[in-house]
């Protein structure tokens, strides 16, 4: 077999597909605990319990930890020693508008350069969210959410934009959960999300990038409003 066969062979097949490891296999699971509150903001993370708990060595877990931090999630102070983070409302707000300025910028060049295909995939998450019933878990409608937003961010076909929204979303993924899980919040979003495909759908740079911007300015009010119920010990 020469060259240019078993290489044309290794194509049909299809490559390999990239196996995850401990580390990130860990940070899932403790992103998602941080997602839900059962890793509350601001509580130490125990090295030893966690890796106990999750029957890794230290070694992984630290890795795992490193992720986290890089997304914002773990912080360490100056003992080195790690914390769930515990942002304030205006950093949250200050890297909201970041995002917003990043998904507006998104939303203009995804209407260039975005396929058939990418807009129906966003199309598609759109109607899962609005036909989802209450019995919906709201890590499930949360998790359509950000793939609604990331789908038309792969669409703009920009390599630092993807890059730094990639970043920025990370620090904000617990706070625009808590937002999501409102009632009055998700109606909000599903209205929002028309708008947007709406504008994607017609192909409409300006209409689109407005409606993104907006979409992120309103999440704020949201978190506002959620973090003052639960510091009134209510749910949000």
Known sequence: MGDTAWAEELREIGG???????????????REFILLGKLPPGVAVRERELAEALSISRTPLKEALRILENEGLIVYGPTRRPRVADPSLEELAQNLAVLGALEALAGE???????DAEIAEA?????RMRLADERTESLQFF????EFHQT???????????????TYNARLWRARFISS????ARDRTLGQHNDILSALQARDAPA????????????????????ERLEAGGEP
């Open 16 to 30: 390999i597909g990239p196996r995850r490891s401990l580390a990130e296999r860990a940070a899932d699971t403790l």
């Open 208 to 227: 689109c990038a407005s409606h993104m911007r907006l979409h992120l300015e309103a999440a704020i009010a949201n978190i506002a409003a959620t973090q």
């Open 181 to 184: 899980k409102m009632r009055t």
């Open 143 to 146: 998790r359509w959410d950000m």
């Open 152 to 166: 038309i961010v792969r669409a703009a076909r920009n390599a630092p934009l993807l890059e730094s929204h990639r």
């Open 109 to 115: 060049l995804a209407c260039k350069n975005a396929t």
């Open 123 to 127: 199309a598609g998450l759109e109607e």
